[in-house]
């Protein structure tokens, strides 16, 4: 644990100091005719495998928060609520997932522009790393207004103060949803009413940037005199010509935005599970882009290495990833809180896109 743990903090830490290293998180929201609410995502990373796992956690489990350093000495939390989580690197370190009272929580990269409170030892009891954030949340809430009181009882610090600072997508099974960002050691609660979440900037600057794509729209562009010729389309989808395709966050943010929006509504919670990944399908990373020729430094297949949707309303929660596009889920309805032991297994068993041959009669 603890040499995994020094591997994260020398991983994170080079995160900081290479900015063109891809840190890259897309996240969406749907609804169904039926009410059902589905919030989906993907997490990236190109320089390593993230060593991903999902984590089942039962009632009445105990964690521990890691405080500066890689000290596992900081505030101690119990799970009221059990939980499926999929975590990166370590078991601890959950970065999305569901509870069994239908409370979804995520956390995305937020680099440059976060900033959390320095770690005072005098409030070691009450401190919780960034990374272990979701796992306390998870297991202690229902509902959005009861994380946002209790966030202002705890202080969110970094295991290594050089590495990237995150912020997190809270949603309840109400379909309400709050992004929170700490600024300069303070937590921001924003109301999500979009539903779409990348990186950096800050939430409040991408929801003002759309404001620069307002000439975009659904359908073909109209036929057009320009002087003595005629202009026309050459093919469908001319209205949104314009629309960004590279990877950065903001230009990520706007896609999101617009595809979510055009999206036809489906009937069902299934559905709408099976849109959200076609939808996200768009954001896929390939490796190799983020870097400079030559210098890719892992062999994976894909630098967008899961992606997840989850079912708030019906509590089902989806995953594909980079080894498997086939999609597996976790109905928690199904899972006995009260019984099951606590159990971590990697993503994959097997790191490698099964392939069906089709057989000829």
């Known amino acids: 644990m603890v040499k995994n ?15 063109q290293t891809l840190r ?45 350093g890689g000290e596992l000495s900081g505030m101690e939390f119990t799970a009221r609520y059990g939980y499926v989580g999929f975590a990166v690197e370590q078991k601890e370190f959950v970065t999305e997932g569901l509870n069994e009272v239908g409370l979804s929580a995520g956390l995305f990269y937020f680099p440059g522009y976060g900033k959390y409170e320095d770690y005072d030892v005098t409030q070691k009891t009450s401190s919780i790393a960034d990374l272990q954030l979701v796992s306390w949340i998870l297991g202690s809430f229902s509902t959005v207004d009861e994380v946002k009181e209790a966030i202002k009882n705890i202080h969110v610090i970094g295991i290594d103060p050089r590495a990237s600072t995150v912020h997190w997508r809270i949603a ?16 921001h609660f924003y109301e999500n ?61 706007v896609r999101a935005a617009f595809y979510q ?52 309303t019906n509590r089902i929660i989806y995953y594909r990833t980079m ?12 899972i006995d809180f009260s019984k099951v032991k606590y159990q971590v297994y990697p993503l994959d068993q097997v790191k490698q896109q099964p392939i069906t041959p089709v057989k000829i009669n």
């Not at 993230?50 to 489990?61: C, D, F, K, M, W």
């Open 5 to 19: 743990l020094l591997t994260l903090l020398l991983a994170t830490s080079a995160i900081a100091f290479q900015p």
């Open 24 to 68: 890259a998180c897309t996240g969406i929201t749907l609804t169904a005719k039926d009410n059902s609410h589905i919030l989906a995502r993907t997490i990236e990373w190109g320089g390593s495998e993230l060593n991903s796992q999902y984590a089942i956690v039962p009632r009445g489990y105990k964690q521990r928060s890691y405080i500066l």
């Open 172 to 187: 309840d099974n109400t379909g309400r949803q709050l992004v929170l960002e700490i600024i300069e050691g303070k937590p």
């Open 193 to 253: 009413k979009l539903g779409v979440l990348t990186n950096s900037p800050g939430f409040e600057w991408h929801i003002t940037n759309l404001n620069n794509y307002v000439n975009l729209f659904p359908g073909t562009a109209e036929s057009k005199s320009l002087g003595n010729i005629q202009l026309n389309s050459f093919g469908s989808g001319s209205g949104f010509l314009g629309i960004p395709g590279d990877v950065t966050p903001p230009s990520r943010f």
């Open 261 to 312: 929006a055009t999206a036809v509504q489906q009937n069902t919670a299934l559905e709408t599970i099976l849109q959200s990944f076609q939808i996200l399908n768009n954001f896929d990373i390939p490796v190799g882009i983020e870097f400079p020729l030559g210098k890719v430094p892992a062999s994976i297949p894909s630098a967008t290495q899961w992606t997840s949707a989850t079912d708030v």
């Open 323 to 334: 080894y498997n596009s086939a999609i597996r889920s976790f109905n928690l309805k199904d």
